[in-house]
């Protein structure tokens, strides 16, 4: 039998930055989209303020995405953070991942430093969310 998945767009989540849909649910599995450290309504427009509010801008987009499928931020199994400036910025992005979570409850997570994003952002997370 083949796991029925389900393609969604969150009204109000982000704009994107490219064709893709926000999610796709696989079983008891959420499978959601990079999101980018944009404006929710203008993808061409990346805050200011470095990768610390860079990070903090690609959360709360997150925080968007799953609040539309009504996924709680606590259930995430795995995320992958992208970033540009690995050296430089590694440190501060972590700080702020981090703060985001109640400690000792961090996902699973892998962090790869990149040539480029998208709209010229520092920084880009995906995540595996558990219903």
């Known amino acids: 039998m083949m796991?029925?998945?389900?393609?969604?767009?969150?009204a109000d989540g982000p704009k994107p930055?490219?064709?893709?849909?926000?999610?796709?649910?696989?079983?008891?599995?959420?499978?959601?989209?990079?999101?980018?450290?944009?404006?929710?309504?203008?993808?061409?427009?990346?805050?200011?303020g470095g990768i610390s509010a860079q990070t903090?801008?690609?959360i709360d987009n997150l925080k968007l995405v799953l609040g539309g499928f009504g996924a709680e931020w606590s259930r995430i199994a795995m995320a992958r953070v992208y970033i540009?400036?690995?050296?430089?910025?590694?440190?501060?992005?972590?700080?702020?991942?981090?703060?985001?979570?109640?400690?000792?409850?961090?996902p699973a997570r892998t962090c790869i430093g990149v040539t480029g994003l998208?709209?010229?952002a520092l920084v880009e997370i995906d995540l595996i969310v558990a219903l």
Not at 3 to 10: I, S, T
């Open 118 to 120: 998208a709209v010229g």
């Open 84 to 106: 540009t400036e690995f050296e430089r910025d590694y440190a501060a992005m972590n700080d702020v991942w981090r703060a985001a979570f109640e400690p000792g409850k961090l």
């Open 17 to 48: 930055v490219a064709p893709f849909n926000h999610a796709v649910r696989a079983g008891d599995y959420l499978f959601v989209t990079g999101q980018m450290p944009t404006d929710p309504t203008d993808p061409t427009k990346v805050v200011d």
């Open 56 to 58: 903090q801008r690609v």
């Open 3 to 10: 796991l029925e998945m389900q393609h969604f767009m969150n």
